[in-house]
């Protein structure tokens, strides 16, 4: 943790209950084993779908093992919109996290570590469904990754194990699970919401950015983080990433 502000994880959330089930369901389990103090910060796009919203509901009246902050879009924002909200709101360290992944043991303990370095912006975890820090095929077939019933605990015990802990140095972190520090959100700003509207493509534009600072961007490679991919976005994820290529 670069700040002494606890981190703020912030889930913007937009539909699809099953996914966010799952994903608030590993940041609980797995709180009580870490170290690093965060709150959770759900933000509800004003989702279209009644269950997600009586699911959000819930989950912030019952007891956690961390702050929750439950806070509610008046309109549809989109996800750059709803991040950007959660980053103006935050006062130290923010993991900006997609609500259809699964977080595993340990996983913000490590990526704080590694983000306590010098002139480190972001830290992106491995994972099944990330662009640059996908994990080989071998290992996604391994641990069933890209079938129904994925062996994510597992997979993740043996990146931990395993891992060379070599904290490989990349041109951009990837934002379905990326440690940004505050140092970085200082410099650099929220994302372009005006460039890159509902999403895809924001973070690589806000880490290049902060490059030029001369701040960097690391992958924790001994940190596994599930990632289901297009939960928010549906059959608009193409359509998206066509428009942010051009951009």
């Known amino acids: 943790m670069s700040t002494a502000f606890p981190v703020s994880v912030v889930v913007p959330v937009y539909r699809d209950v099953d996914d966010l089930r799952r994903c608030l369901a590993s940041v609980v389990r797995h709180a009580p084993g870490l170290h690093t103090p965060f709150e959770l910060v759900l933000i509800d796009d004003d ?3 009644p269950a997600v919203r009586e699911y959000l509901d819930a989950f912030a009246a019952r007891p956690a093992p961390m702050p929750v902050v439950l806070l509610r879009n008046e309109h549809n924002l989109g996800f750059v919109g709803t991040m950007n909200r959660g980053l103006a709101r935050a006062t130290g360290d923010v993991v900006m996290l997609n609500a259809d992944t699964v977080v595993t043991a340990g996983w913000l303990d490590r990526l704080a570590a590694v983000a306590a370095g010098a002139d480190v912006a972001t830290v992106t975890p491995v994972t099944n469904h990330g662009s640059i820090c996908t994990l080989p095929d071998s290992i996604i077939t391994a641990f069933r990754l890209d079938r129904d019933d994925p062996a994510i605990d597992e997979c993740a015990e043996f990146v931990s194990t395993r891992s ?3 904290t490989p140095e990349v041109i951009t972190g990837v934002g379905f699970c990326m440690y940004t520090t505050r140092a970085a959100i200082d410099r650099g700003g929220l994302l372009d919401q005006q460039a890159f509207g509902r999403g895809y493509g924001e973070e690589v534009d806000f880490c290049l950015r902060v490059t ?17 991919g297009g939960g928010s976005f549906g059959a608009e994820q193409a359509e998206g990433w066509a428009r942010s290529a051009a951009v």
Request: glycine share 4%; hydrophobic share 45%.
């Open 164 to 166: 060379l802990a070599l």
């Open 47 to 49: 989702s279209p779908e």
């Open 212 to 228: 030029r600072m001369g701040m960097r961007h690391l992958v924790d490679d001994a940190t596994f983080v599930y990632h289901r």
